[in-house]
């Protein structure tokens, strides 16, 4: 709450505290606490003072609240130098208001320079209330009102750590919840779906791309730390999404890690079956490649399946070719996997560096030796299909 004027308005009185040095030691030095217990709302009102001109951004922190604070960190400030045990309300101060500002969003810079204030406020008062003749005392005692404030900003920052920790690990925690949910259940309708989206802070009818990661790749891909990234792992596969933009896709931008890729899926209802498509390739990924998509896997893919269906489909190439020297193998596939994916015999000529002739005399001897020629579509599907599997055993 705060005054008319904009200022802050104390809140209701909690129950006094009993500050009792007793007999001291050091007199001179307990007067100069005891009179500036009885001023300590003056320490208060320089505080906020001060306070006005830290910017906690955009947290929310109520003014009797930072009032309330005040007012507890000078009451304890005043008995840990008077060497006296804290009122039980005040034990626990330190992880309390680091705990609250972390939850509030307080960016720990800002927390810290009002902190800051604190020494600043505390020497003050004690010169007003030491006057000229106790200045001497002070001095002498300057030690303890620097530890008393130190030992705080060391607590805060310990307790607003693991207060940070604890917010992070249970914002993780619920985010793997929705994403179990989305990866595992049965969303229904329209409806379940916008509101998991508006949940995981993505758009219900966004464009959205998918890695699969498996093997030894998973720990790799699991420090990826944007936090536009979704991760969720399973039976040993990480699966990633984010909502697709234009001009920085994955596949203009590679991950450091290999995976399989399906970019372009329409809906976060769709992610899952992606996902799952995506580690279809990422299983039939070619070795040392980066990103597997669907138009450089699904020849794997299809030789697979038509192997399962049809045993040895592929046997008569991959004798025919075993029985090629090293040298004219090596040739035969390199021109075959050019020529089946550019279709041209210019395109083919000019990746491997040699002249048309060359390229279509080698076309033909791959025709004489597998007996499928390239240049005719239905004999070139089944030639690429059953190659792209050799190609797999001899790199």
Not at 208 to 226: I, K, M, N, P, Y
């Amino acid at each position: 709450m705060t005054t008319h004027d904009g200022g802050y308005a104390r809140p209701a009185a909690a129950a006094p505290r009993d500050f009792r040095p007793g007999r001291p030691m050091e007199p001179e030095w307990t007067e100069l606490l005891e009179s500036l217990w009885r001023d300590r709302d003056l320490l208060v009102k320089d505080f906020l003072a001060r306070f006005s001109a830290v910017s906690y951004g955009d947290a929310l922190v109520p003014p009797e609240d930072v009032y309330q604070t005040a007012a507890d960190t000078m009451d304890m400030f005043l008995f840990q130098m008077a060497g006296l045990p804290l009122p039980a309300d005040l034990q626990a101060l330190p992880r309390e208001v680091a705990s609250r500002r972390a939850r509030q969003g307080v960016p720990l810079d800002a927390f810290l320079e009002a902190i800051r204030n604190d020494f600043r406020v505390l020497w003050k008062g004690l010169e007003r209330v030491a006057g000229t003749t106790g200045i001497g005392v002070l001095v002498a005692n300057m030690d303890r009102v620097l530890d008393a404030v130190e030992g705080y900003v060391s607590s805060i920052q310990q307790a607003y750590a693991e207060e940070e920790a604890r917010l992070a690990r249970n914002k993780q925690l619920y985010r793997q919840r929705l994403l179990s949910r989305l990866f595992n259940a049965d969303l229904g309708g329209p409806a379940e779906v916008r509101e998991l989206a508006a949940a995981l802070g993505v758009q219900a009818a966004g464009s959205f791309e998918v890695l699969a990661v498996t093997a030894e790749s998973v720990a790799q891909a699991q420090r990826q730390s944007d936090h536009r990234i979704y991760a969720y792992e399973n039976a040993g596969v990480l699966y990633l999404f984010r909502q697709q933009r234009k001009g920085r896709t994955w596949s203009a931008e590679a991950p450091p890690f290999p995976a399989g890729y399906v970019p372009g899926v329409e809906g976060l209802a769709a992610v899952p079956a992606a996902a799952a498509s995506a580690l279809v390739l990422a299983q039939h990924q070619r070795r040392g490649a980066g990103l597997a998509t669907m138009e450089d896997t699904w020849m794997g893919i299809a030789g697979g399946l038509l192997e399962r269906k049809f045993p040895d489909f592929s046997a008569p190439i991959r004798q025919a070719l075993d029985n090629c020297t090293p040298l004219e193998r090596q040739r035969l596939l390199q021109v075959a996997r050019s020529y089946g994916r550019t279709g041209s015999i210019k395109e083919t000529s000019e990746e491997l560096f040699c002249h048309r002739n060359t390229v279509v005399n080698r076309l033909h001897s791959l025709h004489e030796v597998i007996g499928l020629d390239l240049t005719v579509p239905a004999q070139a599907a089944r030639a690429l299909i059953a190659l792209s599997r050799y190609s797999d055993v001899v790199e």
